[in-house]
């Protein structure tokens, strides 16, 4: 049984960094993507970033080059690192992983595990 635990959420200012950890379990976690996705109230979920399980690395246009998503396979563990933060960015965030070893999926409905989601709120 998979399982997906994120951490790492909060209240912050306009301007701060915030790091996110997913801890996985139920499988090798070092032969599959892992992603981050997000959803703000009243909005569709919508994908952040994704790292594959060689350690390639996507982000959604509006995030890039302020969040950093980074893998330890000796933790079975997920980050997502977030500086510059903006109000934009308070939503519900998700780590997620797909059914299929060594696949590279973009869409959410393509993700099979899902973690219970953490809090990110950024105040202006």
């Known amino acids: 049984q998979v399982q997906l635990v994120e951490s790492g959420g909060g209240l912050v200012q306009a301007g701060d960094s915030l790091r996110l950890a997913c801890e996985a379990s139920?499988?090798?976690?070092?032969?599959?993507?892992m992603a981050w996705f997000r959803q703000a109230p009243g909005k569709a979920r919508e994908f952040v970033a994704r790292?594959?399980?060689?350690?390639?690395?996507d982000y959604a246009d509006s995030v890039q080059d302020r969040f950093t998503i980074s893998r330890d396979n000796s933790k079975n563990t997920l980050y997502l690192q977030m500086s510059s933060l903006k109000p934009e960015d308070t939503a519900v965030y998700y780590c997620?992983?797909?059914?299929?070893?060594?696949?590279?999926?973009?869409?959410?409905?393509?993700?099979?595990?899902w973690g219970q989601g953490t809090q990110v709120t950024v105040s202006s």
């Open positions: 139920g499988r090798t976690f070092s032969d599959y993507t």
């Open positions: 997620a992983a797909p059914r299929g070893r060594r696949t590279l999926p973009y869409f959410a409905n393509a993700y099979d595990y």
């Open positions: 790292i594959s399980w060689i350690g390639g690395a």
